[in-house]
């Protein structure tokens, strides 16, 4: 059974870290590139995908990676927050 809860767990931990990924993905996105490049908006489901290519394209194992999916998880959502966060400070002296 706590097999079972773990796996949903690391399941739903991984689907809040994407999407959480990919909210503040399109939020720097829309504040900088937009205005500067004149491109069109990224939706929620589009910044998920450019943030799963970025990913493939710039991740190296090392030595130093945790195997610990939950630990990782939680990395890249307070990682992504608090890029938003300074993308957000940074917006407002736009």
Not at 3 to 28: M, Q, R, Y
Not at 37 to 65: C, Q, T, Y
Not at 68 to 81: K, R
């Amino acid at each position: 059974m706590n097999t079972i809860a773990e796996f949903l767990g690391n399941i739903i931990l991984g689907i809040i870290s994407v999407v959480i990924t990919g909210f503040v993905l399109s939020k720097l996105w829309f504040w900088f590139i937009v205005p500067v490049f004149a491109l069109p908006e990224l939706r929620l489901i589009e910044a998920i995908g450019l943030s799963f290519l970025i990913s493939f394209v710039w991740h190296r194992k090392s030595d130093d990676d945790t195997d610990d999916f939950v630990e990782h998880a939680l990395y890249v959502i307070v990682y992504s927050l608090t890029m938003w966060g300074g993308g957000a400070i940074v917006h407002l002296f736009m």
